[in-house]
């Protein structure tokens, strides 16, 4: 069973950092693009950022880039969405993805874990 769990989601300070982690199960970790996505109750998905599984290139949205860091370790099964300089209009439910044939910030991928809350205080 395919099985992505994201962890580290928290209540922080306007200005402060969070990391979350994304660890995948079921699959091979390395066959698979990983997305970052974010969501606001009563508004649509947002892509924050992806690594591609087939050169590593890693893409951000417009809103994070300079603030986001995306890195992976195959070997741990695990992709970190490092954020710094948050600010309170990144709150959100925060969703890791994955998929074998594609990869981009405005896609359906295959899998979805179950997402974390940030939640970011003015």
């Known amino acids: 069973e395919v099985q992505l769990v994201e962890s580290g989601g928290g209540l922080v300070q306007a200005g402060g950092s969070l990391r979350l982690s994304c660890v995948g199960s079921?699959?091979?970790?390395?066959?698979?693009?990983i997305g970052w996505f974010r969501q606001v109750p009563g508004k649509p998905r947002e892509g924050v950022g992806c690594?591609?599984?087939?050169?590593?290139?890693?893409y951000y949205a417009d809103s994070v880039r300079g603030r986001f860091t995306i890195s992976r370790d195959n070997a741990k099964k695990t992709v970190w969405l490092e954020m710094n300089s948050l600010k309170p209009e990144d709150t959100a439910i925060y969703y890791c993805?994955?998929?074998?044939?594609?990869?981009?910030?405005?896609?359906?991928?295959?899998?979805w874990g179950q997402g974390s809350q940030v939640t970011v205080s003015s």
């Open positions: 993805a994955a998929d074998r044939l594609r990869v981009g910030l405005s896609i359906d991928y295959a899998y």
């Open positions: 690594v591609s599984k087939w050169d590593g290139r890693i």
């Open positions: 079921g699959f091979t970790f390395a066959d698979y693009s």
